[in-house]
């Protein structure tokens, strides 16, 4: 098994459910730097390289609810929503979840993430790799 991959995709999981908020998570991809193109292409490439990939997403269940119809569901093998299973990021419970449904040992597993509300300490307690504290 290639390497899984655990994300975090800054507030981008359902474009298109509301103007005002694909605006304002438009504007704060901007200031910090993500190109929402760019994280398509690279999700893309992890997948066609065969990497199991996992979403990790403190997402209210209106989120969850729409993840199914949304454009990135497909790119990944399991999503994570902390509404549904009662825990939150930066719990490494919720990381290991992750790694659990991926049918992973959490050994192998990294996180990417923007590195808000302590995520990436969370996830180097679930996962002893290094932890990238990037944005895809």
Known sequence: MR???IFDLFHTLVHGADGAR??????????????PAATLDVLDALRADGHPLALVSNA???TAEAWPDGPLA?????????CEVGLAKPDPAIYRAAADRLGADPAGCVFVG??????????????????????P
């Open 3 to 5: 390497q899984p991959v």
């Open 114 to 135: 923007d590195g808000a509300d302590g995520e990436l300490a969370g996830a180097a307690d679930a996962y002893p790799n290094p932890v990238a504290g990037a944005r």
């Open 60 to 62: 209210t269940s209106d």
């Open 74 to 82: 497909r790119r990944f093998d399991v999503a994570v929503f902390s």
């Open 22 to 35: 694909d605006r304002v998570v438009g504007e704060m991809a901007r200031v910090v730097g993500v190109d």
